[in-house]
């Protein structure tokens, strides 16, 4: 009913009636009423019959004249005001699909603010991500949450990470000095590079573990990464923001997801391949048959320390117990 309304007020009746035209054809309407009315008291003769005729006269030029109107003012809106409102319609459709395409190239499809516990909306669109793609590429300081994240999934892909090197003091002293923001000043500095040591440990067991879910496992190890996780799928690109130290009192940053058109995925798939390619870092593999007596020499390769049968035990337990929480805490069913 509204639409019909607005389209009443814009039509040539409102055009006719709410202009100088219309005020005349109303002016001649009263005066040919006028005229019929004053006749009707008249008596018959010369002067009533004028008066009728005055009347009647009047009557016929308001009738024609409000159809001649009628009829220009709709062909005078066809051929005018019509083409010129598609035609802005039309710019503002362009208009729109540009800053959509531009917002699509610059801008995050999703932001996920920081938290302090597992977001289980983030999780659940990185999920689904990770069900329709082939390629998994991950870029942080262990691999743990690879790993995690292919054990509750059920499909095959090829997994490329790219993990902070053991060995490096300045690496594992990078991320150590985001948690002791975290913490705050009762944290133990030592403490907490120990606890980064077995984050990188049992990530390497849970990329173990992990490898039957994959065609294969890529592995390339850097001295001092940047801060921020990423996360690369066939169709987006996940941006954690561990380097923005404003948001170091949450144990989970903010975290940025881009589209595959995006500006930003591009750029980021190919750092993130010409650091897997880069002659100047190391490189390792796992294959769904890596036993484990080789999986333990790549082990020390990487951390430059084996562990025994023991220690290996004590490391694949502690990871299917991370694996578990996190499981509950983002709601992730296996």
């Known amino acids: 009913m509204p639409a019909d309304a607005g389209r ?37 003769g010369a002067a009533k019959d004028f008066v009728n005729a005055v009347g009647s006269g009047t009557l016929i030029t308001a009738v024609v004249g409000f159809g001649q109107t009628l009829i220009t003012a709709t062909a005078a809106r066809r051929a005018l005001v019509t083409p010129v409102v598609q035609e802005s319609r039309r710019a503002l459709q362009e208009l729109s699909a540009e800053y959509r395409s531009l917002n699509k190239e610059f801008f995050p499809t999703d932001v996920f603010e920081a938290s302090t516990e597992p977001n289980p909306a983030f999780n659940k669109v990185m999920m689904r991500d990770l069900r329709d793609t082939k390629q998994y590429f991950f870029r942080g300081f262990s691999g743990r949450h690879a790993a995690a994240r292919l054990l509750l999934s059920h499909a095959e892909r090829e997994l490329r990470v790219v993990i902070a090197d053991p060995r490096d003091n300045t690496t594992v002293g990078g991320r150590t000095r985001y948690l002791l923001r975290h913490e705050g000043a009762e944290a133990d500095f030592d403490a907490i590079q120990k606890r980064l040591d077995d984050e990188i440990w049992m990530g390497l067991v849970g990329l173990y573990l992990a490898r039957s879910r994959c065609t294969r496992v890529d592995i390339t190890v850097l001295a001092d990464p940047p801060l921020d996780r990423l996360e690369l799928f066939d169709g987006s690109a996940w941006i954690t923001l561990y380097s923005n130290a404003a948001e170091a009192s949450t144990l989970y940053p903010r975290t940025l997801r881009f589209s595959e058109g995006s500006f930003i995925y591009g750029m980021e798939r190919t750092e993130f391949l010409r650091l897997c390619n880069s002659r100047t870092e190391r490189h390792f593999q796992l294959t769904p048959n890596t036993t484990e007596r080789d999986f333990l020499v790549l ?16 490391l694949t337990a502690a990871f299917h117990a991370f694996l578990q929480e996190f499981s509950i805490a983002a709601e992730i069913g296996s």
């Open 8 to 44: 009443l007020r814009n039509g040539p009746l409102h055009e006719i009636f709410w202009t100088r035209t219309g005020l005349l054809l109303l002016s001649l309407l009263l005066i040919s009423g006028a005229s019929m009315v004053l006749a009707s008291t008249m008596e018959d």
């Open 299 to 314: 082990f020390e390769q990487i951390t430059g320390w084996r562990p025994t049968e023991q220690q290996f035990q004590d």
